[in-house]
């Protein structure tokens, strides 16, 4: 019972510090969104490597491989431009925490409608023939 209380007190102290100093709210979303970006890069260049070079395990053969890699990479344009407006986003709110929320939704949009058009090209939706 005392171990919940503590937990509870230490949640209650890290959301009023959250509150008090919105910057730190910026910082763990622009954190959160780096490593994620890093991570799924990570996987997708490993994967593709792997696949490449013909190196493969009894549980991983090449059409695992193959199969990772064409999904990662839709994850990876999904990922990349979420951290494009993550940056644009800590950019824009280390400089000024009351901005309007109106230029995010605007370059939030644009970043979407950047990113639909490789994602349907890629799962063949779109094709050029």
């Known amino acids: 019972m005392c171990h919940n209380i ?14 008090n100093h919105p910057k730190e709210i910026i910082e ?23 696949n490449v070079g013909g190196f493969y395990t009894s549980f991983l053969s090449l059409d695992a ?23 644009f986003e800590y950019i824009l709110l280390s400089k000024n925490p009351n901005s309007k929320i109106i230029y995010r939704i605007i ?11 490789p994602i349907l090209i890629h799962t063949g939706i779109i094709s050029f023939s």
């Open 6 to 19: 503590k937990n509870m007190l230490k949640i209650k102290s890290i959301l009023e510090r959250m509150q």
């Open 107 to 117: 370059f939030g949009v644009i970043c979407f409608l950047m990113a639909i058009p």
């Open 28 to 50: 763990i979303r622009f954190q959160f969104t780096k490593h994620i970006f890093w991570l799924v890069a990570f996987l997708y260049f490993f994967a593709y490597l792997m």
């Open 65 to 87: 491989l193959a199969i990772a890699v064409y999904h990662l990479y839709s994850i990876l344009i999904v990922v990349t431009f979420w951290f494009l407006y993550s940056c």
